[in-house]
């Protein structure tokens, strides 16, 4: 069956940098556009960024452009998101998730945390 | 920006028929999916394409649609379904994705 587990999140100082790995199985990786949501303690869900199945082309939230980079290796089965110049406001669990069915995001990680705190 | 336009909580009594609604300008254009997440645990999808049902999710969940507005309909609420429901769906132009702010069902 489908499987995500994310990994990388952590406590990190504002400023500094932070990468986050989605390990995928169960399903032919590279043939799935992939996302990164992300949810605020206590707060609702939020898109980050997109990334098309062959991974040439990418989108993101206003609130990351610019500092968040979203990238794959099909060879690794692996989901990457690259975080620098993280801001308190980035404190979240982040997930990836594949979109599949309909373009929806059809299966979820269970989440990675990050707390960007001093 | 672009945004999605929920109700903050919808409370029902088990076998009652809940309703979500969601609006949003750009829903005409776009499909909008929902999801439910209950605590600590990872968003589940329900409904994808405004109203088609994923393999696995009981009938008693269903979408809808009319003009700006999507509906999550819960026939029959159960205890279970007692969670927060997000609904999504692209921009009119499909290079950024939003969620509605959520709706925690009270059962």
């Known amino acids: 069956q489908v499987q995500l587990v994310e990994s990388g999140g952590g406590v990190v100082q504002p400023g500094r940098s932070l990468r986050l790995s989605c390990a995928a199985s169960?399903?032919?990786?590279?043939?799935?556009?992939m996302h990164w949501v992300r949810q605020a303690p206590g707060k609702g869900l939020s898109w980050v960024a997109f990334?098309?199945?062959?991974?040439?082309?990418?989108f993101y939230a206003d609130s990351v452009k610019g500092r968040f980079t979203i990238s794959r290796d099909s060879s690794k089965n692996t989901l990457y998101l690259d975080m620098s110049s993280l801001r308190p406001e980035d404190t979240a669990v982040y997930y990836c998730a594949r979109e599949g069915t309909g373009e929806a995001f059809d299966s979820w990680g269970q989440g990675t945390l990050v707390t960007v705190s001093t | 920006s672009y945004e999605l336009t929920q109700p903050p909580s919808v409370s029902v009594s088990p076998g009652q028929t809940a309703i979500i609604t969601c609006s949003g300008d750009a829903l005409p254009k776009q499909y909008a999916y929902w999801y439910q997440q209950k605590p600590g645990q990872a968003p589940v999808l329900v409904i994808y394409?405004?109203?088609e049902r994923p393999s696995g999710i009981p009938e008693r969940f269903s979408g809808s649609t009319s003009g700006t507005t999507v509906t999550l309909t819960i026939s029959g609420v159960q205890a279970e379904d007692e969670a927060d429901y997000y609904c999504q769906s692209p921009d009119s132009s499909g290079t950024f994705w939003v969620f509605g702010g959520g709706t925690k069902l009270t059962v």
């Open positions: 990334i098309s199945y062959r991974g040439d082309i990418q």
């Open positions: 169960g399903f032919t990786f590279s043939r799935n556009a």
């Open positions: 394409k405004d109203s």
